[in-house]
């Protein structure tokens, strides 16, 4: 608009169009919230837990299901969401669990996302038989489930890696499993968008004073392609938090020691028929509300940045 | 000729067209090239404006392409000042990007849109590294302000401006690495008259004070009249006539020249009686036999449907055509 | 003059942002007589294409029409319920727009639409509708209409597609036809091509025209009056000749005097200074203002009216005034 005369000024108002849209919707909002409060007391989780669950001194084996708001029969402890098998505090469990589901989801995507992105800008902009290779391993990859690739790479690298190093790696190989399994999304997207931008006159004209292939690519193409890849981000992120679940509740992802959310709601499921049911229901509800808002949080985003429907 | 700047002999590209293999190898289908050149000369005298004017699909944006490097000939050579610019010979290449720049058609699509004006215009600066640190701002202050925008614009994005005042950031941009030769591909045609006038007087003023030798790509008569030296028309990738720009109104010798001239509106209202013309360009893929012109030429003869016409002098400068200048 | 097919009376048209509301059209009157074409130019911005919209009532919400009324043969249009303007879209009012393909639906074949459309709005059995769509089709300068009226849009070049919107637009035999930009997609070549066409039939079939381009020669070629709009207003209307040769208003002048032509000879073109303000930073007074040399105090307070110059020749400039 013609009436901003500073510079970064421009900024904020691209800034705001989003904060505006943000403004706009109660559902972003309450998505917001919820994902904030999650993320924040998971990244706190030390600061603001009652008790370390993973410090076995600590624990005391009487205090096993123990129910929410009401005090141990023998030991007299009272737990607000209950304890589960072995004591623990289910708040605190949920806590450093989502930590961990947090870091795993996060790092799986940033992975996925710089192996996509780099991937996507040089298929998209050498096209020939790089595009077409690299795009055929897209096609096939996408035609199995991603659960099972992750199941697949996390069975090959288990393979390769000592048994005295397992419990240390397990989360890395989970992190690249998922990551591994992710990556198209944002491959297929980047190379989309960097083959209409490369056709744009601003990219001919930095080809014209000779400026180099690979500057090109990070400073005029990828740039502009990110808003695209930020919204599959969010939503990756979302899958990548169930899927690091997934696999926890099938036993292969982190190790019993540092329980994620899957790890608990798999612990939680043995003892629901018992009648234990908060062991089960206080994690899966965290895990759903978690997963839920980031979605909502990323089909909001979709469609703040998508000009058309503003 | 001695003082040529830029000389082109017999460009040629052509584009596969042909659908993806495995549809060709099902369907039986030979490739398909489409001929964007063809066998194109000419050359560009130092200081003057040149221009190459034609309908869609004439292939004045492919020259202007090979030109600049941002597409390499099928045959062909372009020299500049008689030195040849192979596609084997980088530090040839490195030094003639220097002196040579690209204006462009869409100032919506030319400027990054996520980088700030002074970036933007200090790139060339940058990437040939004339100038370091202060000086780059400072000089970039200067171009600003030389096309006619303020120095204070550098902060700011490229959607901050109107498309005058962006073709101004793209004219700049161009100036920055102080080239002797600018290639303009159509750098009005997305602009409104008003503004197409006050950029058309900026390029003016610009050849004025720095020597500047243009390449003028338009379709657009009027605006070839009032700014070449020289003109070459193109017709399907082919170079039809070449001549002295005030001569070429007067009394074009192509008849498709001259039907391009029947094709401009009136605007003085004299009374004119257009000639209809008739027709539309054919498909490029499979352009007509002999002469690319006949089928629509009011005064074709059997030779023309067989026998392309090559180059011949006329009073005003070359036409080929088989008639011309008789 | 006789009484106008169209009348437009200070039509006023608001677009609601988060920043306020943008006055696209502000007060913008002018009547298009039976069987006359009206020229009507602009920059980009100025409102041209939105009048043709807000006169067939398909302005984009959250756009609206905020004030003033739009005749059609003495009764009102501008309020009618979207069912009753429908019917006259198509059947009173044709349009034909910048880009064909936008006008024609690729998966149908031109007879097709031709048929439908003409249906929708004469009372002809499939066979004469049919032989109908064959004539128009032959009117507007496609060879061999009877095979070809079974292709499909993607089969015609962008003239012959152009020719097949205008048949389009005159199936139903409308009495005013809008055509916004029907020539800029199109080579220099075709163009005139197009515009003989469009003026040739529309004077046999004693239609009006509403012709909108930027294109100040295509309208010196085919109009018969010309109104100029600037921000949103009208800024000078009268017959072609004489706002092209004898504009009034300074803003015209300058507009005619920037366009290069094949006949002058001067190195340098007239220039109006700056741009045309953005909707949301329309000066007060006279739009123009800021960028006339002969603006005074009075342009910079109060917005000029339509002042009459000479008969059927009007101006929005305080200049004008002075002068008579």
């Not at chain 2, 919506?108 to 000086?135: C, K, M, Q, Y």
């Not at chain 3, 980009?44 to 905020?66: F, V």
């Not at chain 3, 220099?188 to 079939?205: F, G, H, N, P, T």
């Amino acid at each position: 608009m013609s009436d901003t005369r500073t510079p970064g000024r421009l900024f904020r108002m691209w800034d705001n169009d989003i904060a505006y849209s943000f403004r706009k919707s109660p559902l972003a909002i309450v998505s917001g919230v919820v994902a904030l409060v999650i993320v924040l007391a998971a990244v706190f989780a030390p600061l603001i837990a009652p008790t370390n669950p993973y410090d076995p001194s600590g624990l005391n084996l009487m205090d096993g299901f123990t129910p929410p708001m009401a005090p141990n029969a023998f030991t007299g402890n009272s737990f607000v969401l209950g304890a589960d098998n072995q004591g623990r505090d289910v708040l605190s469990t949920i806590l450093y669990g989502a930590r961990i589901s947090l870091f795993v989801g996060f790092s799986a995507v940033l992975f996925a996302m710089v192996l996509g992105i780099v991937a996507g800008l040089v298929a998209g902009y050498r096209g020939g038989w790089v595009d077409a290779v690299l795009m055929r391993i897209a096609d096939v990859q996408l035609s199995f489930p991603s659960i099972l690739i992750a199941l697949l790479i996390f069975g090959v690298a288990r393979g390769f890696i000592p048994p005295s190093q397992r419990e240390t790696m397990a989360i890395w190989v989970l992190i690249v499993a998922i990551g591994l399994s992710d990556w198209v999304q944002f491959a297929r997207v980047v190379r989309g968008a960097t083959m209409v931008e490369k056709s744009k006159e601003y990219v001919q004209a930095a080809r014209v004073i000779g400026v180099s292939p690979a500057r090109i690519l990070l400073r005029h193409v990828l740039p502009n392609v990110m808003g695209p890849v930020l919204v599959i981000g969010t939503i990756g992120l979302a899958l990548a938090i169930i899927a690091e679940a997934t696999l926890s509740f099938l036993g292969v992802g982190v190790p019993p020691t540092q329980p994620s959310l899957g790890t608990l709601i798999r612990i939680g499921q043995q003892y629901l028929f018992s009648g234990e049911w908060w062991i089960l229901l206080f994690p899966a509800l965290t895990l759903l509300a978690l997963a839920l808002a980031v979605n909502l949080l990323g089909d909001w985003l979709r469609d703040a940045l998508n000009p058309r429907l503003r | 000729m001695s003082d040529s700047f830029l000389k082109v002999t017999g460009l040629t590209r052509h584009f596969d067209v042909s659908k993806p293999w495995l549809n060709r190898v099902i369907e039986r289908e030979e490739k398909e090239f489409l001929t964007a050149t063809d066998n194109v000369s000419f050359d560009i005298r130092k200081g003057e404006t040149f221009a190459l004017v034609g309908e869609s699909g004439s292939g004045k944006s492919t020259i202007a392409k090979m030109i600049v490097g941002l597409l390499a000939p099928s045959e062909g050579t372009i020299e500049i000042e008689g030195r040849r610019i192979g596609p084997n010979d980088p530090e040839a290449i490195r030094a003639v990007r220097q002196r040579m720049q690209m204006i462009f058609q869409d100032p919506f699509a030319s400027l990054n849109p996520r980088w700030r004006v002074g970036d933007i215009i200090a790139e060339p600066i940058r990437t040939f590294g004339l100038l370091r640190g202060g000086d780059v701002t400072r000089e970039v202050a200067r171009l600003l302000e030389v096309v006619g925008l303020s120095a204070s614009d550098v902060g700011k994005f490229p959607h901050e401006f109107s498309g005058g005042q962006r073709q101004r950031i793209a004219i700049a941009r161009a100036l920055s690495s102080k080239p002797e030769f600018i290639v303009c591909d159509e750098p009005t045609s997305a602009l409104d008259v008003s503004v197409q006038a006050q950029i058309l007087n900026l390029m003016r003023d610009l050849q004025d004070e720095f020597g500047l030798t243009y390449l003028l790509i338009s379709h657009d008569l009027s605006v070839v009249r009032h700014m070449a030296n020289r003109i070459g028309v193109l017709y399907l990738g082919r170079l039809v006539e070449i001549a002295d720009s005030k001569r070429l109104f007067l009394e074009p010798q192509h008849p498709y020249t001259q039907m391009l001239l029947d094709a401009v509106p009136d605007l003085a209202l004299s009374g004119r009686r257009r000639k209809p013309v008739t027709g539309e360009i054919p498909n490029p893929i499979n352009p007509p036999k002999g002469c690319p012109f006949h089928p629509r030429c009011p005064i074709a003869i059997d030779r023309c449907k067989v026998d392309p016409p090559a180059p011949r002098e006329t009073p005003i400068g070359t036409a080929a055509c088989h008639l011309a200048g008789l | 003059m006789a009484e106008p097919l169209l009348s437009v009376r200070n039509l006023v048209v608001e677009f609601p942002t988060r920043r306020g509301v943008l006055r696209a059209l502000d007060g913008v009157s002018f009547d298009i007589a039976p069987g006359e074409v009206l020229g009507m130019v602009g920059e980009s911005g100025a409102g041209k294409s939105i009048t043709g919209a807000a006169i067939i009532g398909l302005i984009e919400p959250p756009g609206r029409i905020a004030g003033g009324e739009v005749y059609l043969a003495g009764k009102r249009i501008d309020n009618l319920p979207p069912d009753a303007m429908r019917a006259i879209r198509g059947k009173r009012i044709g349009m034909v727009f910048q880009d064909p393909l936008t006008s024609l639906n690729p998966l149908y074949t031109v007879a097709r639409q031709l048929v439908e459309t003409i249906r929708t709005h004469l009372d002809l059995s499939e066979k004469e509708a049919r032989a109908h769509a064959i004539g128009l089709l032959d009117r507007v300068g496609i060879p061999a209409a009877a095979r070809r009226i079974d292709d499909y849009p993607h089969h015609f070049s962008g003239g012959m597609r152009q020719r097949v919107v205008i048949a389009l637009a005159l199936a139903a035999e409308p009495e005013l036809v809008i055509a916004d930009e029907p020539t800029t997609a199109l080579d220099v070549s075709v163009q005139s091509q197009i515009i003989d066409v469009l003026k040739e039939i529309c004077a046999e079939r004693g239609a009006s025209v509403m012709l909108i381009t930027h294109d100040m020669g295509v309208i010196a070629e085919t109009a018969d009056r010309v109104a100029v709009l600037y921000a949103g207003r009208m800024a000078e209307i009268g017959p072609v000749r004489d706002v092209i040769l004898n504009a009034s208003h300074p803003y015209t002048r300058g507009l005619m005097g920037s366009i290069p032509t094949l006949q002058q000879d001067n190195d340098r073109l007239v220039q109006i200074p700056g741009t045309m303000p953005r909707l949301n930073a329309i000066p007060t007074g006279c739009a123009f203002n800021p960028r006339c040399e002969h603006s005074f105090e009075k342009c910079r307070v109060h917005a000029p009216h339509l002042i009459d110059v000479a008969p059927h020749h009007a101006a929005a400039c305080w200049l004008a005034e002075e002068e008579t």
